[in-house]
């Protein structure tokens, strides 16, 4: 089986900056893409930012030259940098990754439980 756990949620006051890291444990073959995705009250889930397998990288629009997303390939973990942090930036955060289990079995994806930012002074 396989597991995301995240953390570095909190509370943050306008500008400020918070970190957020998720690691998969389990049987892992190989680790495809990881991504951040949020979901704010009444909102739907929406893409934060994206890091595939040979470290390319997306953002949302209304994250770039604010968040920065890294993976730690030897430790199947991924970050997100967060700075210069808004009130529109307060959701739950979820941590996503596509993972192969074993060599020759398909490509399943994963969530983590989600671990909450807000963003107020």
């Known amino acids: 089986q396989v597991q995301l756990v995240e953390s570095g949620g909190g509370l943050v006051q306008p500008g400020g900056s918070l970190r957020l890291a998720c690691a998969a444990s389990?049987?892992?073959?190989?680790?495809?893409?990881m991504a951040w995705y949020r979901q704010a009250p009444g909102k739907q889930r929406d893409l934060v930012a994206r890091?595939?397998?040979?470290?390319?990288?997306n953002y949302a629009d209304s994250v770039k030259g604010r968040f920065t997303i890294a993976r730690d390939n030897a430790r199947n973990t991924v970050f997100l940098e967060m700075n210069s942090l808004e009130p529109e930036d307060t959701a739950v955060y979820y941590c996503?990754?596509?993972?192969?289990?074993?060599?020759?079995?398909?490509?399943?994806?994963?969530w983590g439980q989600g671990t909450q930012v807000t963003v107020s002074s």
């Open positions: 890091i595939i397998s040979d470290s390319s990288t």
């Open positions: 389990g049987t892992i073959f190989k680790l495809n893409t």
């Open positions: 996503y990754a596509e993972i192969q289990p074993r060599p020759y079995v398909k490509v399943n994806t994963y």
